[in-house]
């Protein structure tokens, strides 16, 4: 494996590699007690900790009646309004009370953006806003009719100006959409954007839903006075989390740790009890700071996500893991790595930003011999497609 290493090219990066046997005798090591940027790696530790303290249902929201007032706050739930997953559940609630609708969550408890973002991703997708009571994703989706485009949510309709650029783009510090022309032979079929987020928002977004009012005023949820219910299932957020790699609910997932605890945000404080669950003692030595891994102040060493994925096989059956992870050459953001033996099999996750490209997971060999490995590149000046196929390359070798 050594001079699979230095035949790889990954001699030359900043790497980190610890691959063990089931038994936990290593089989190779390099640097595997130093600090790397886990990029999305650290979606493995948000799926360790939400399948310890999430039951099967997560909680979609918590509700108070107080006299003809009906007073709700998110728990931060991402699947209301979500595209794909289209949990109806709180709308249901809403739309079938007579009472006084008051949304009433607290902005000070949620921050919209991790520390340690990129501050120039606020327009990207993939860095949609935290928030209490997600909808839509977070995101302001636009499709492209041929001659217009289709906004949705509707609210957002007037603030869209077609521009002579290709690219979309959205004001910084306002929900002020720039699209390029619909009929333009450049222009794209489909475009998602982040919207900034905000509880007067979420008030308005659920009155033009329900078609009728929902007043905003914000009051502490108290846990012995307020009812939590439940409605998604878990497994239908950590697919995506895993499979697409889906930093918003990895987010969110935090949140709904944090709701079914009883505690409250921002995410810093609820990771700094998160770290002190029993049995996650390896945790105090890990710089955790998000849910998704896109905070480049996340440090992990390989030695801590080995830990990690050997704390998922004891919480996890065998089909569970290889169902929630994807599998190399066939699934997911791995769908496109192909092993060199068919006969072999890997299910891991990967994760990447510039100049980073890090995977950890599971590979068994034609052999049925299974190994536990994580491999992590930073600081790499090269495309990130190279250090895959490099890291592809080496992992070939447990054939």
Do not use: C
């Not at 896109?294 to 992990?300: E, V």
């Not at 769908?335 to 930003?353: I, V, Y």
């Amino acid at each position: 494996m050594k001079k699979a290493f230095v035949h790889s090219g990954l001699h030359q990066l900043h790497t980190g590699i610890l691959i063990q046997e089931q038994s936990g005798k290593v089989v190779f090591s390099q640097q595997a007690d130093q600090y790397f940027m886990p990029a999305s790696n650290a979606k493995l530790l948000t799926l360790l900790l939400a399948k310890t303290i999430l039951p099967d249902s997560v909680p979609a929201f918590a509700y108070q009646e107080q006299g003809d007032s009906l007073y709700f706050w998110g728990t931060g739930d991402p699947s209301t309004l979500h595209t794909k997953l289209r949990n109806r559940s709180l709308l249901n609630f809403l739309q079938a009370s007579n009472k006084s609708l008051v949304y009433a969550d607290d902005a000070k408890l949620t921050l919209p953006q991790g520390a340690g973002w990129a501050w120039d991703d606020y327009q990207d997708y993939y860095a949609a806003e935290i928030s209490s009571l997600p909808l839509y994703e977070n995101l302001a989706h636009f499709t492209n009719l041929g001659n217009a485009w289709k906004v949705h949510p509707l609210r957002f309709q007037s603030s869209v100006s077609i521009t002579s650029d290709k690219d979309a783009s959205r004001d910084r510090l306002s929900n002020q959409f720039h699209l390029p022309a619909p009929e333009a032979k450049t222009s794209p079929k489909s475009i998602t954007i982040p919207y900034l987020t905000s509880p007067e928002l979420t008030a308005r977004l659920l009155s033009d839903t329900l078609h009728k009012p929902v007043y905003y005023r914000a009051i502490q949820r108290n846990p012995l006075q307020s009812k939590l219910v439940y409605a998604a299932q878990l497994d239908s957020l950590l697919v995506p989390l895993l499979h697409n790699s889906d930093n918003m609910i990895g987010e969110q997932l935090i949140y709904l740790m944090a709701a079914q605890r009883g505690w409250n945000g921002p995410t810093s404080q609820i990771i700094s009890k998160l770290v002190q669950e029993p049995r996650f003692e390896f945790l105090k030595h890990v710089k955790w700071v998000d849910g998704s891994g896109l905070s480049r102040y996340n440090l992990f060493r390989p030695k801590d996500l080995i830990l990690i994925l050997q704390h998922l096989q004891e919480k996890l059956s065998e089909s569970e893991w290889k169902s929630l992870l994807p599998e190399l050459g066939k699934s997911g953001t791995l769908k496109s790595m192909k092993l060199t033996n068919p006969q072999s099999h890997a299910w891991a996750k990967s994760g990447s930003f510039g100049n980073t490209y890090n995977l950890s997971g599971y590979y068994q060999n034609a052999q049925g011999k299974l190994y536990l490995f994580t491999i992590m590149t930073n600081l790499a000046n090269q495309s990130v497609s190279v250090n895959k196929k490099q890291i592809l390359e080496f992992l070939n070798v447990l054939n």
